[in-house]
């Protein structure tokens, strides 16, 4: 191609991204103008794109909103999702392991298995799920009373203990990382009498540290955005995640404060926003990696 | 203990929390949903557990209006927001892959939306959707367009799917990793061969990408048939069900009508719609999903 042709198809190029990008961030932008405004600005009509007088104490208001409560909602969800970070990372890295550097008879079935389950989705066992953990409450209830420490429904345990036995997705993961880690290294720890879990705290794990950043992000973004989990499992109103929290919100003031509503969404959105450009890179990679690579 | 019997304890052991795990929250699960779905199980009678009826769920579910509707419903959207999604991702990831200036600013802004928690992009939409203060019929207006009633029964399953375009980046990550691995000698032959700009999209990048466009299909067909929490939060299946999706019907029937036995044959039902449309993509990958 020519000069000129390069240079007028980059320009045509330009032009269209602009375009999509100018077209995929009006909502972000029309989310943050709305929750700066006073809410007679939210109804005037032609609508202002910038906000005048502005009211930065939109944010100030949702954390003392009497339908919205910020930061119970906020511990809850940190809650629940440090819960889930932790027992994902460490469960998915032991059965990644196992999968990726032991040869043992029946792995390829299991692992068959495993990749599978990654295509049932919750609203599948979502049922059965709930009347199981019913019946351990019935069953614990016997034994050890009512409000124990096994307690499953009413509690947070329902959201984050399956974390705890590893999550398809996350092993599938790790077990791919692993198996380029040469052979050699845990060769060599095993001839100087390193025993298996030696050689995986000791040797992979410390390798691994960039797959692991990959789990915890994706693990903590998976609860951080769930809906359906909290809204099957949680019915107290002082138990609320935030998008629970925020969507009863919605209910109440939805139609009128839309200032107040636009506020808090922007508030769950930070999180996730700070994530991702504190670590760019290991979102790239991860997403990257999922493609079937 | 020999080396074969050492090595198997110890793979099981390893994999073991998933084993278990599997087993609770998976397995059990769905067998114990398979059960339910012949039993006539409401939990409105807490002295009444599941009770043996046979087909009668599946029998009620063909007449019923609603189970239709819902399916329709999901199926209507799938064929508007599943090739929309793929074909505008890859779009995305073919301008991303060029290479031209800012190309690292355009990736950010593109992939932003994907992070949005569903919930919070649910309110911006709904606030946009808006009829009388939303900025897409002033926008119209702008253009003296008559505006649009955006989540009303006509146009609601549109907007979602129009929606649903808004997150694409994760998928255009995943063609623009795909892309990236497309040898460059092959460019250089096809250009050597003086391909156009099109034929070498349609005879090298295409054939190419084609697993990876495989991958996106599969996951996009699960997610699809799974999809709640936007429409349940936004139009809470509303205007007169115009968009009542299959798993909120399915949640409807689980959570606020205590229909246990109904709702486990709902999500047997899911299982196997998915099942079958993942199969159809697999058969047919046969014929278009090249491997090297």
């Given at each position: 191609?020519?000069k000129?042709g390069?240079?007028?198809?980059a320009l045509?190029l330009?032009?269209?991204?602009?375009?999509?990008?100018?077209?995929l961030?009006?909502?972000?932008l029309?989310?943050?103008?709305?929750?700066?405004k006073?809410?007679?600005?939210?109804t005037?009509?032609p609508?202002?794109?910038?906000p005048h007088p502005?009211?930065?104490q939109n944010?100030?208001?949702?954390f003392?909103h009497?339908?919205?409560?910020?930061l119970?909602?906020t511990?809850?969800?940190?809650l629940?999702a440090?819960?889930?970070v932790?027992?994902?990372?460490?469960?998915?890295?032991?059965?990644?392991?196992?999968?990726?550097?032991?040869a043992?008879r029946g792995?390829g079935?299991?692992f068959?298995?495993?990749?599978?389950?990654?295509m049932?989705p919750?609203?599948i066992?979502?049922?059965?799920?709930?009347?199981?953990f019913?019946w351990?409450?019935?069953?614990?209830?016997a034994w050890l009373?009512?409000?124990?420490f096994?307690?499953m429904?009413g509690?947070?345990?329902?959201?984050w203990?399956p974390?705890?036995?590893?999550?398809?997705?996350?092993?599938?993961?790790?077990?791919?990382?692993f198996?380029?880690?040469?052979?050699?290294l845990?060769?060599?720890?095993?001839?100087?009498?390193?025993s298996?879990?030696g050689?995986f705290?000791?040797i992979?794990?410390?390798?691994a540290?960039?797959a692991l950043?990959?789990?915890a992000?994706f693990?903590?973004?998976?609860?951080w955005?769930?809906f359906l989990?909290?809204?099957?499992f949680?019915?107290r109103p002082?138990q609320?995640t935030?998008a629970?929290?925020?969507?009863?919100f919605q209910?109440?003031?939805?139609g009128?404060e839309?200032?107040?509503?636009m506020a808090a969404?922007?508030l769950?959105?930070?999180?996730?926003l700070?994530l991702?450009?504190l670590a760019?890179r290991t979102f790239?990679?991860?997403i990257a990696?999922?493609g079937?690579? | 203990?020999?080396?074969?019997?050492?090595?198997?304890?110890k793979?099981?052991?390893?994999?073991?929390?998933w084993?278990?795990?599997f087993?609770?929250?998976t397995?059990v699960?769905?067998?114990?949903?398979?059960y339910?779905?012949?039993?006539?199980?409401a939990?409105t009678n807490?002295?009444?557990?599941?009770y043996?009826?046979?087909?009668?769920n599946y029998?009620?579910?063909?007449h019923?209006?609603?189970f239709w509707k819902?399916?329709?419903?999901?199926?209507?959207y799938a064929?508007?927001?599943?090739p929309?999604?793929l074909?505008v991702?890859l779009?995305?990831a073919?301008?991303l892959?060029?290479?031209i200036r800012?190309?690292a600013?355009y990736?950010?802004?593109i992939?932003?939306?994907?992070l949005i928690?569903?919930?919070a992009?649910?309110?911006v939409?709904l606030?946009m959707?808006?009829?009388?203060?939303?900025?897409?019929?002033y926008?119209?207006?702008?253009?003296h367009?008559p505006p649009?009633?955006?989540l009303?029964?006509r146009w609601?399953?549109?907007?979602l799917?129009?929606?649903?375009?808004w997150?694409?980046?994760n998928?255009?990550?995943?063609y623009?990793?795909?892309?990236q691995?497309?040898?460059?000698a092959l460019?250089e032959?096809a250009?050597?061969?003086?391909?156009g700009p099109f034929r070498?999209?349609?005879?090298?990048?295409?054939?190419?990408?084609t697993p990876?466009?495989f991958?996106?299909?599969?996951?996009a067909?699960?997610a699809?048939?799974s999809i709640?929490?936007v429409p349940?939060?936004?139009t809470q299946?509303?205007?007169?069900n115009?968009t009542?999706?299959?798993?909120?019907?399915n949640?409807?029937?689980?959570?606020?009508?205590l229909?246990m036995?109904y709702?486990?044959a709902?999500?047997?039902?899911?299982l196997?719609?998915?099942l079958?449309?993942t199969?159809?993509a697999?058969?047919?990958a046969?014929?278009?999903?090249?491997?090297e």
């Amino acid at each position: 191609m020519n000069k000129r042709g390069r240079l007028v198809s980059a320009l045509f190029l330009h032009a269209g991204l602009l375009c999509v990008c100018a077209g995929l961030i009006l909502p972000f932008l029309w989310m943050l103008s709305t929750s700066l405004k006073t809410l007679p600005q939210t109804t005037e009509t032609p609508p202002r794109f910038l906000p005048h007088p502005w009211q930065p104490q939109n944010y100030g208001a949702i954390f003392t909103h009497p339908n919205f409560h910020a930061l119970l909602y906020t511990r809850n969800t940190l809650l629940i999702a440090a819960l889930t970070v932790i027992g994902t990372v460490i469960s998915s890295s032991i059965v990644a392991y196992g999968f990726a550097r032991i040869a043992f008879r029946g792995k390829g079935i299991l692992f068959a298995i495993m990749l599978g389950t990654i295509m049932i989705p919750f609203p599948i066992t979502m049922v059965s799920l709930f009347r199981i953990f019913r019946w351990m409450d019935v069953h614990t209830a016997a034994w050890l009373g009512a409000g124990n420490f096994l307690q499953m429904l009413g509690t947070f345990k329902p959201l984050w203990l399956p974390a705890w036995f590893g999550s398809a997705f996350n092993i599938f993961l790790l077990r791919q990382f692993f198996i380029t880690i040469p052979r050699e290294l845990s060769e060599a720890a095993r001839i100087d009498g390193c025993s298996e879990l030696g050689i995986f705290l000791r040797i992979i794990l410390p390798l691994a540290r960039p797959a692991l950043a990959v789990v915890a992000l994706f693990s903590f973004l998976g609860v951080w955005n769930d809906f359906l989990g909290p809204l099957v499992f949680i019915q107290r109103p002082n138990q609320y995640t935030l998008a629970l929290g925020l969507e009863a919100f919605q209910n109440r003031v939805g139609g009128s404060e839309w200032n107040l509503l636009m506020a808090a969404s922007v508030l769950v959105c930070v999180p996730t926003l700070l994530l991702f450009f504190l670590a760019q890179r290991t979102f790239i990679r991860g997403i990257a990696t999922t493609g079937g690579k | 203990m020999n080396h074969e019997r050492r090595n198997f304890f110890k793979g099981i052991a390893f994999v073991s929390p998933w084993l278990i795990g599997f087993i609770v929250f998976t397995a059990v699960p769905i067998v114990l949903s398979l059960y339910y779905s012949f039993c006539d199980y409401a939990l409105t009678n807490p002295h009444r557990g599941p009770y043996w009826i046979g087909l009668d769920n599946y029998r009620q579910l063909l007449h019923d209006a609603l189970f239709w509707k819902s399916l329709v419903n999901t199926l209507y959207y799938a064929a508007m927001a599943l090739p929309a999604g793929l074909l505008v991702s890859l779009g995305f990831a073919l301008m991303l892959n060029a290479d031209i200036r800012g190309q690292a600013f355009y990736r950010t802004i593109i992939f932003l939306p994907s992070l949005i928690p569903a919930i919070a992009s649910a309110m911006v939409w709904l606030w946009m959707f808006n009829g009388r203060l939303g900025l897409f019929n002033y926008l119209l207006g702008k253009v003296h367009l008559p505006p649009v009633n955006w989540l009303g029964e006509r146009w609601a399953m549109p907007s979602l799917a129009l929606m649903s375009l808004w997150g694409v980046g994760n998928t255009v990550v995943i063609y623009l990793a795909g892309l990236q691995d497309v040898p460059t000698a092959l460019y250089e032959a096809a250009h050597i061969d003086g391909a156009g700009p099109f034929r070498r999209l349609f005879a090298v990048t295409i054939p190419i990408l084609t697993p990876v466009i495989f991958f996106n299909l599969v996951m996009a067909i699960i997610a699809t048939f799974s999809i709640l929490t936007v429409p349940y939060i936004m139009t809470q299946g509303g205007p007169n069900n115009a968009t009542y999706f299959y798993t909120m019907f399915n949640y409807d029937q689980a959570f606020r009508f205590l229909h246990m036995g109904y709702a486990s044959a709902l999500a047997w039902i899911q299982l196997l719609i998915t099942l079958f449309f993942t199969a159809i993509a697999f058969w047919s990958a046969r014929k278009w999903v090249h491997y090297e």
